[in-house]
């Protein structure tokens, strides 16, 4: 007898049907992550995500590319950096752990690098979470994990994720590491970018909670997630690797609350048309319809964001949305949503004067006015 | 961002044209700006790929990195910059007026005046976005701490002469570039957005081919049209045609046309290295020639829109006529490029890479001050940014109804009058807050006495600059049916607390830095390709 179909196999099906047959299910990678920080509220990015649909062939088949891409130039310096750092077994990364973070532990010696290999994403999941525990029967060693997977239930539906490394600390805590290539210059990064390596490093340690959970049993708890990650870089101008310890307690605390609040994506599905599928193979009329059946909130965050962006604004523009122009312009205009009611508001042929924005707006159109007068004068 | 402006941004997307967001221009734009229009390459700090540069809009100088993770190909880039930009620098070095400043005697403790020289005008660097800046920042740093051969023989991969003065120089450019309403370095995307509001989000205002195409939209379409097609329109090759304004290339670019370009560059360096007599080396020099081309052309073709339209904004710019007070702010423009000057003829060391305490809160205090400084002279120097302070109750403008002659008590009676001004605008004015109205461009205080005819009317009491007599001096009191504009806002800055000199700073700020060690400079490692 098979067994009976749960919800959440009933869940993946569904997903797999939106995304079309045979196209492989895309990883939620650090881009689709930060757009989840940026636009926690989109139906559409959250059902495409959930589905693991490619959000970037999507966007050429919908006529509208985006325009991320990633140089082949820092592609390759990124790798370069990261085998850099990893070379030797790890030795100048744990050193690095060591120096950052757990000074008072043994300085790491003869550490153990697991082999994680595995066939698909659930089993390389699975490999991590196993060696995790192999880990824990090692007390008083170091262990580096290369590249393991990760997953997360987010919105419902299973998400995976490749953190750069995770160390697991001789007192049995872990730590995640990320690589990234942008410099530590005199001691300071970007902050735009150290602030999305933190977001990124956060879903990390969210995912590795959840691993701890299962590996707790009765005679030994479970396992401590370090919130203070290693961001190594690049020091100054050179290639040598510099780390520094990132606190990311309000980053998780963001990321987890968002999770939690995100509309469960069976609920998106349940209100799409049946048939409805987003493989950039359709016609694009056809994917345009479907697209179309899921709201989005477009924002110029987006932009930075997601892939989908250009196809959004375009929509948003054509309709005549505030919020085109930004997040906060919208939030001054009152209940005041689309260009051209603002415009009319602004010249007195419609809105209620009583109302502030209003008044705020009409008067501000005659300041304008009267100021631009002056000046042709 | 005020309403005021919110309102031109919505205006832009109604009309599809960019609309003024000021009626003057309020920056200084020299005559002979230099224009830098610089490349990277993508995942590397602080390498560059190849720049745009001169003061000849028609005959700009290409410079190119053909292999930008060869360091010695990196020095020559540098070091032609140096050739360029130096020279530019020095042609403003000479030309000296005489002025005062007042300096603290060290034997008495006095304030004194003591002549001084003040360049009579300063270069200005142009890059295209606000990107642009951080780059002559990075470049700056990644310069100024080299060792050339003559300053350290013994210096492992010694850096060019001049180069380490050229990073000092474009450190002070980026430093300045800091402090608000400063000229020295602009970005043409900042300046432009400055001056008109597109019907874009200001995420969107870095594109400065889009920013252009809202301002002054080619024949036939509208903006809106003309900016969507700079910022997303690609050509048969999958290539930009409107390039980004760089210093990041397009990824498109970086993959299809350059890398393979520096690949046929490196295997012709390689086989020239390779080869075995005069003839053969004579041949694949010749394929190493076409190889450098190759990639000097594409660097041209994709820098080259942005330098013309770095020019095409600064024409729009110069069309606009200069705020009053522009020259005041440029002339402490002047003042910076002199002082770095005189310290580099001092034979100062760089700028250390951490200001001690007590320059960090100078620097801090100099900026806030020019912030608020910049806030004010352009409220005074332009009706619509006025308006905007005007909606925000920090300023107001109406006829004088009512002049009543009164005095101040004391022994000498002075005048005290007090003006009625009806306005429209609703000012945040409590109980004898002091206002402030431009007399001759000197401000003139006056104070909050009452608000008649539920907030309509204003009653003020004028207090200074009208002369020591009992009467006013003509001209110096409002009259009945002038027009007159008080703000709530100071004109002028005071300086802030003097702070301690840096061998006083006290413990709390890290006690005093002891004496300045010469900065070390960058550790270079032995190999250079990652």
Redesign the interface.
């Known amino acids: 007898m098979p067994p009976p179909r749960t919800r959440g196999t009933a869940l993946r099906h569904r997903l797999a049907e939106l995304r079309g047959p045979d196209v492989p299910a895309k990883a939620l990678d650090a881009r689709a992550l930060a757009a989840l920080a940026a636009n926690p509220g989109c139906a559409r990015r959250a059902i495409l995500d959930g589905a693991g649909v490619n959000k970037t062939a999507l966007a050429s088949a919908l006529g509208?590319p985006s325009?991320?891409?990633?140089?082949?130039?820092?592609?390759?310096?990124?790798n370069?950096?990261e085998a850099?750092v990893k070379a030797d077994g790890g030795a100048e990364l744990l050193r690095l752990v060591h120096e950052k973070l757990d000074r008072s532990a043994e300085p790491p010696a003869d550490a153990r690098v697991p082999d994680l290999t595995a066939t698909g994403p659930q089993g390389r999941t699975a490999r991590t979470a196993l060696e995790l525990r192999e880990a824990a029967a090692h007390p008083g060693a170091w262990t580096l994990l290369d590249h393991p997977m990760l997953a997360l239930d987010v919105a419902g539906s299973p998400a995976f994720l490749e953190p750069d490394a995770v160390v697991v600390h001789p007192d049995g805590s872990w730590t995640v590491v990320e690589i990234k290539?942008?410099?530590l210059?005199?001691g300071s990064a970007d902050p735009a970018k150290v602030g999305a390596a933190a977001r990124q490093a956060a879903v990390y340690v969210l995912a590795l909670e959840e691993v701890a959970v299962r590996l707790a049993h009765e005679t030994a708890p479970a396992p401590r997630v370090r919130h203070r990650i290693l961001l190594v870089c690049?020091k100054?101008?050179?290639?040598?690797p510099a780390a520094s310890a990132v606190d990311i307690r309000k980053q998780r605390a963001v990321t987890a609350r968002q999770l939690a609040r995100l509309t469960r994506i069976e609920d998106i599905a349940d209100t799409l048309p049946e048939g409805t599928c987003f493989s950039p193979e359709l016609p694009a009329e056809e994917l345009t319809a479907a697209v179309e059946s899921v709201p989005a909130t477009y924002a110029?965050?987006c932009?930075?964001a997601c892939e989908l962006a250009?196809h959004c604004r375009a929509r948003s523009?054509e309709t005549?949305a505030?919020t085109?122009?930004?997040r906060?312009?919208r939030a001054?205009?009152g209940g005041l949503a689309t260009?051209?009611d603002?415009?009319a508001a602004?010249r007195g042929e419609a809105g209620d004067p009583d109302d502030p924005a209003v008044a705020?707006?009409r008067?501000?159109?005659v300041?304008?006015a009267?100021?631009?007068e002056?000046?042709c004068r | 961002m005020s309403l005021i402006s919110t309102l031109a941004r919505l205006e832009a997307v109604s009309t599809g044209r960019a609309q003024p967001a000021a009626t003057v221009r309020h920056r200084h734009l020299g005559d002979h700006p230099l224009v830098f229009v610089p490349l990277t390459t993508a995942g590397e700090a602080g390498a560059p790929l190849g720049a745009l540069v001169g003061t000849d809009r028609d005959a700009p100088r290409l410079l190119v990195v053909p292999q930008p993770r060869d360091r010695d190909l990196r020095f020559a880039f540098l070091a032609e910059l140096a050739d360029v930009v130096l020279p530019y620098i020095d042609g403003y070095a000479e030309a000296v007026e005489a002025a005062e400043r007042t300096e603290t005697d060290p034997e008495t403790g006095k304030r004194v005046k003591v002549e001084v020289e003040l360049c009579a005008d300063a270069p200005q660097l142009i890059v295209p976005s606000r990107a642009g800046i951080d780059l002559v920042r990075l470049l700056g740093r990644s310069m100024r701490f080299r060792r050339t051969a003559e300053q350290d023989p013994e210096a492992p991969y010694p850096a060019p002469p001049r180069v380490p003065l050229l990073g000092r120089w474009l450190t002070h450019f980026g430093e300045r570039a800091r402090v608000p309403g400063s000229s020295l370095l602009l970005a043409m995307t900042d300046v432009l957005g400055r001056h008109w509001a597109i019907g874009q989000s200001t995420l969107e205002d870095q594109h400065l081919g889009a920013l252009l195409a809202w301002i002054d939209p080619p024949e036939g379409v509208t903006g809106a049209e003309a900016a969507l097609r700079a910022e997303l329109e690609r050509d048969e090759r999958g290539q930009l045609t409107c390039p980004p304004a760089g210093p990041a290339t397009d990824p498109a670019f970086d993959n299809k046309l350059l890398a393979p370009a520096i690949e046929r560059y490196d295997r012709a360096r390689t086989a020239l290295a390779a080869a075995e007599d005069g003839l053969e080396a004579d041949d694949r020099l010749g394929a190493l020639t076409a190889a450098e081309r190759e990639i000097r052309d594409l660097l041209l073709s994709r820098t080259r829109p942005t330098w013309d339209a770095v020019w095409r904004g600064l024409d729009l710019l110069r069309e606009l006529p200069e705020g009053a007070h522009v020259e005041e702010r440029w002339t402490r423009d002047r003042w910076s490029f002199t002082g770095h000057r005189d310290r580099v003829l001092a034979g100062e060391p760089p700028q250390p890479r951490r200001d001690d305490a007590v320059t960090a809160a100078n620097k801090l205090a100099t900026r806030e001050r020019e912030q608020a400084r910049l806030e004010a002279q352009e409220a005074l120097d332009d009706p619509l940014v006025m308006a905007g302070r005007r909606l925000a109750g920090e300023a107001f403008a109406g006829e004088v109804t009512d002049v009543v002659m009164a005095y101040s008590d004391g022994k000498r009676p002075s005048p005290r009058p007090l003006v009625t001004v009806r306005t429209d605008d609703r000012p945040q004015l409590g109980e004898r807050t002091k206002v402030y109205r431009s007399l001759g461009g000197k401000p003139q205080s006056a104070e909050f006495v009452a608000a008649e005819e539920d907030g309509a009317c204003v009653v003020l009491r004028i207090l200074d600059k009208m002369g020591r007599g009992k009467e006013p001096e003509p001209g110096s009191v409002p009259e009945k049916g002038d027009r007159v504009c008080f703000t709530l806002f100071e004109h002028e800055q005071r300086g802030g607390a003097k702070l301690p000199d840096p061998e006083e700073t006290p413990w709390t700020h890290g006690g005093p830095p002891g004496e300045a060690l010469p900065e070390a400079a960058d550790p270079v490692t032995e190999e250079d390709v990652l």
Do not use: H, I, Y
Request: charged share 20%; glycine share 6%; net charge negative.
């Open positions: 509208s325009a991320f891409g990633q140089s082949q130039f820092a592609l390759t310096r990124g370069a950096f850099k290539s942008f410099p210059l005199d690049p100054d101008f050179s290639n040598l110029p965050e932009l930075s250009f523009r005549g505030v085109s122009l930004g906060p312009v001054e205009l260009v051209e603002v415009l602004a705020a707006l008067r501000a159109a300041l304008r009267e100021a631009l002056a000046a």
